[in-house]
């Protein structure tokens, strides 16, 4: 039991920090989140489905493939009789390759939970947000960066006719 709790927390850091970000407050949750995306219910089998609706931000260069109208299986909550799951969600996602931090249910345009944060402030923050865009990282191909690396100190790496030659 104790090899596989070290090796959780190897593999997930997060748990000993203690994440806890659905107690931040929204400002800094928009902030940090590199998408925010609102769906909607959509019950099936016995199971809601998340339906995209609405990506509210979307920081550039960030991969997210789900587009409106898509599901979002990490979104995806198994139902209960008599259990009111609101008229949606909303999904905050961090990191370049958008990673679910929180899920929140909305009712009647407003998230639920302790803080009740309407969902056109949400919108609002994020329209106040200066977007810094910063272009992707253009990476070398394979065999150029690893010729640069095991150069010796009297080689070069000089292109020619679209090929990669090492000149002594």
């Known amino acids: 039991m104790r090899l596989f709790t070290f090796v959780g927390l190897l593999l997930f850091p997060t748990l ?6 659905y107690k931040w407050p929204i400002e800094k949750r928009v902030a940090v989140s590199s998408v925010i995306a609102r769906g909607e219910w959509k019950l099936e089998n016995g199971v809601n489905k998340f339906i995209v609706a609405e990506i509210i931000k979307r920081e550039p ?13 990490r979104g995806n909550t198994p139902a209960k009789p008599n259990t009111d799951y609101g008229d949606g969600a909303v999904i905050f996602l961090q990191g370049s390759r958008a990673t679910m931090r929180s899920l929140i249910a909305v009712s009647r345009g407003s998230l639920r939970g302790d803080q009740s944060v309407p969902l056109q402030m949400i919108r609002d923050t994020v329209r106040k947000e200066p977007h810094q865009a910063k272009p992707p990282k253009i990476e070398k191909p394979y ?3 690893y010729l640069e690396v095991h150069l010796r100190p009297n080689q070069s790496l000089e292109p020619t006719a679209g090929r990669c030659e090492v000149h002594f």
């Open 16 to 21: 000993l920090q203690g994440d806890d970000f």
């Open 61 to 73: 260069g960030t991969y997210f493939p789900f587009k409106l109208g898509n599901e979002y299986p």
């Open 143 to 145: 065999y150029r960066r």
